[in-house]
């Protein structure tokens, strides 16, 4: 009896688990999701999140080879090559944040452009066509895709979508979502919303640019930290009787402790200096 009814509190205790977890075909779409994002505001086309994933394990694999040729330490390998693995990630990310650092800063110069074409009377289509020539330089061939793609649907509203998709910014979902309910429901405060809207996205603008100036200097030196024990690891490799300490259980350990403690410090430092991320408001139609 007891048996039986540990057997079922398991069962109990197992579905309860799953019933919260989302079946993993949802969770492979979420990560595609998420990383398809990642390489549209890094404005890097043509790059599928398959390959984006194939670099990061060739990385990996090529590190952790590495550094089993030069130290015979296959934990000390596996430990490099799992950091490795990271880098094509924190590289997509890094000029992930570049690209919209250098967006935010003309983000109102489109509002700007949107609200003087609303107020010469042009339509909202002619209006974010004409950013193909106007507009600045960084989005003038996003601008330019959508121009092309009205021309040969002429179908606003869903071109809207695929454009905030290529975009995939907080700012332009803005005003996209803006422009779409104004073609929907009409109105004459357009042009009064979007110059509200650019003297917000400047005052926003300047304050996170002084924000991250002012902690910038913390996080570097954060990251620093953060890497100096690995690179003496790896300095260590042309010491071979240094490393066979790392091939007995207690290195392991010791790898495998001090690795779960510097993702975790990492971890930490990124939810500390994390500013308040805008979220992504507007997306396809199709």
């Known amino acids: 009896m007891g048996i039986f009814l540990g057997l079922l509190l398991g069962v109990g205790i197992l579905l309860i688990l799953d019933s919260g977890t989302p079946p993993r075909a949802a969770r492979r779409r979420a990560m595609d999701t998420r990383a398809r994002e990642l390489l549209a505001q890094a404005g890097i086309r043509g790059v599928t999140p398959f390959q984006l994933y194939a670099v990061s394990a060739l990385c990996g694999l090529l590190a952790a080879v590495v550094v089993f040729v030069l130290s015979a330490t296959y934990p000390l390998a596996l430990a490099i090559g799992g950091f490795a693995s990271v880098l094509p990630w924190r590289l997509v990310a890094r000029r992930r944040a570049a690209r919209m650092r250098e967006l935010r800063g003309v983000w109102p110069e489109v509002v700007d452009h949107l609200a003087s074409a609303v107020r010469a009377g042009l339509s909202l289509p002619e209006a974010l066509a004409g950013l193909a020539e106007r507009g ?12 092309q793609d009205y021309r040969a649907t002429g179908a606003f509203i869903p071109c809207l979508g695929r454009l905030a998709d290529e975009l995939a910014d907080p700012v332009a979902d803005r005003i996209i979502e803006s422009l779409r309910l104004a073609r929907e429901v009409g109105g004459t405060d357009l042009g009064r919303l979007l110059r509200t809207l650019s003297q917000f996205l400047r005052e ?10 002012r902690q910038g200097w913390t996080v570097n030196a954060a990251r620093l930290a953060l890497a100096a024990p690995w690179v003496v690891l790896l300095l260590l490799c042309v010491n071979g009787s240094t490393l066979t300490a790392y091939n007995s259980p207690a290195g392991v350990l010791v790898l495998a402790v001090g690795g779960g403690m510097s993702v975790a410090a990492y971890l930490l430092m990124k939810r500390i200096g994390k500013l308040p991320a805008d979220r992504r408001i507007a997306r396809s139609t199709q």
């Open 136 to 147: 600045p330089l960084p989005l003038r061939p996003s601008f330019d895709r959508f121009a």
């Open 204 to 213: 926003d603008a300047r304050t996170r640019a002084e924000l991250e100036t």
